[in-house]
């Protein structure tokens, strides 16, 4: 009689944060998943070991994984499921040379950041974080027809730098506010798109920093827009104007931005993410004309869920043969 046949045992996973518990439940019914207890980044030695030990890696913005950990000795992970849209934080050339198949979630979180977009854009206007903090120190000393005058935003100038999927629908509730809206991208939007947000293109990107009212980051990480906004670029930005940034933080100069703040040469800011993360330009942490979140962008329980279970269906795809739907390497 012959040996009884053992059953293939599901692939390894190690998913480096905590997600929502809906997707971990998914997870472990599908794989075999090792969780993150303690919700903190993994350490490199952990991440060097996570290469040799599963078949695949769910990572997060915190996980770097860069040339020299995909070229571990002895490696067997075979895919990087991405929980987030941006994948600076992976080396992808290197994944691609190594045969490494790496995902991210896309579409996930599109409607979330969208609206912290917004959010960011009516807190800096009507200086609702510095208005709050007043009143938390107890100096607010009632209704003023001059106190904290801020701006409104109806028929002021959107310029999105950037026009992809968070963009456009940025675009879409700016409009909703009384918004115009102009651009500036690598390509052009369709004729269509363009029609149904009202938006239309800026020459260059100096020139629609010149020209908005609001200037709102939305082009992914990495060396080619580092300091996207610096020194130079926020010189020709109004008086008046408003930088929102909930991209990536290398995409503006910190220090640089600190100082335009400081001595009034722009508006205001709203941030949700830092060059140095979760490190902070410590000037801008003294300023009152900017807002300060941390990195909240995609932080409802619609979008994190939703994000996790692409990052889960993109496994699921590569495992069972299929193409992953969110491959980008």
Same mark, same amino acid.
């Given at each position: 009689?012959?040996?009884?046949?053992?059953?293939?045992?599901?692939?390894?996973?190690?998913?480096?944060?905590?997600?929502?518990?809906?997707?971990?439940?998914?997870?472990?019914?599908?794989?075999?998943?090792?969780?993150?207890?303690?919700?903190?980044?993994?350490?490199?030695? $952990?991440?060097?070991?996570?290469?040799?030990?599963?078949?695949?890696?769910?990572?997060?913005?915190?996980?770097?994984?860069?040339?020299?950990?995909?070229?571990?000795?002895?490696?067997?992970?075979?895919?990087?499921?991405?929980?987030?849209?941006?994948?600076?934080?992976?080396?992808?050339?290197?994944?691609?040379?190594?045969?490494?198949?790496?995902?991210?979630?896309?579409?996930?979180?599109?409607?979330?950041?969208?609206?912290?977009?917004?959010?960011?854009?009516?807190?800096?206007?009507?200086?609702?974080?510095?208005?709050?903090?007043?009143?938390?120190?107890?100096?607010?000393?009632?209704?003023?027809?001059?106190?904290?005058?801020?701006?409104?935003?109806?028929?002021?100038?959107?310029?999105?730098?950037?026009?992809?999927?968070?963009?456009?629908?940025?675009?879409?509730?700016?409009?909703?506010?009384?918004?115009?809206?102009?651009?500036?991208?690598?390509?052009? $939007?369709?004729?269509?798109?363009?029609?149904?947000?009202?938006?239309? !293109?800026?020459?260059?990107?100096?020139?629609?920093?010149?020209?908005? *009212?609001?200037?709102?980051?939305?082009? !992914?990480?990495?060396?080619?827009?580092?300091?996207?906004? *610096?020194?130079?670029?926020?010189?020709?930005?109004?008086?008046?104007?408003?930088?929102?940034?909930?991209?990536?933080?290398?995409?503006? *100069?910190?220090?640089?931005?600190?100082?335009?703040?400081?001595?009034?040469?722009?508006?205001?800011?709203?941030?949700?993410?830092?060059?140095?993360? !979760?490190?902070?330009?410590?000037?801008?942490?003294?300023?009152?004309?900017?807002?300060?979140?941390?990195?909240?962008?995609?932080?409802?329980?619609?979008?994190?869920?939703?994000?996790?279970?692409?990052?889960? *269906?993109?496994?699921?795809?590569?495992?069972?043969?299929?193409? !992953?739907?969110?491959?980008?390497?």
């Amino acid at each position: 009689m012959s040996a009884p046949r053992v059953p293939p045992q599901p692939p390894s996973v190690l998913v480096t944060r905590r997600l929502p518990e809906a997707v971990e439940a998914r997870l472990t019914a599908q794989f075999r998943t090792m969780l993150s207890e303690s919700d903190e980044p993994v350490r490199r030695d $952990a991440l060097e070991a996570a290469m040799r030990e599963h078949d695949a890696l769910l990572t997060t913005i915190t996980d770097r994984i860069d040339a020299a950990l995909i070229a571990s000795e002895g490696r067997r992970v075979r895919i990087i499921a991405n929980f987030g849209t941006g994948t600076d934080h992976i080396d992808v050339d290197a994944a691609r040379r190594a045969g490494i198949v790496v995902t991210n979630t896309p579409d996930a979180l599109t409607e979330a950041a969208a609206e912290m977009t917004i959010l960011l854009m009516l807190m800096a206007a009507r200086r609702a974080g510095e208005g709050e903090r007043v009143l938390r120190a107890g100096e607010w000393e009632g209704w003023g027809p001059t106190h904290m005058i801020g701006q409104g935003l109806a028929g002021r100038t959107l310029g999105l730098v950037g026009f992809g999927r968070i963009a456009q629908r940025t675009a879409a509730k700016a409009r909703g506010l009384g918004m115009s809206v102009r651009y500036f991208s690598r390509s052009r $939007a369709p004729a269509e798109v363009e029609t149904e947000l009202g938006a239309t !293109p800026a020459e260059s990107l100096a020139a629609l920093a010149a020209e908005a *009212d609001v200037l709102s980051l939305h082009v !992914p990480g990495g060396p080619a827009t580092r300091h996207l906004i *610096d020194r130079e670029m926020l010189t020709r930005m109004k008086p008046t104007a408003i930088l929102v940034n909930t991209a990536r933080g290398s995409v503006v *100069d910190e220090a640089a931005l600190a100082e335009a703040l400081a001595e009034r040469r722009i508006g205001a800011a709203g941030l949700d993410v830092y060059e140095r993360e !979760p490190e902070v330009e410590p000037m801008l942490l003294l300023l009152p004309n900017v807002v300060l979140l941390p990195h909240l962008g995609s932080a409802t329980i619609e979008a994190r869920t939703a994000m996790g279970m692409q990052a889960a *269906d993109n496994l699921e795809d590569y495992f069972s043969g299929r193409q !992953p739907r969110n491959r980008v390497a």
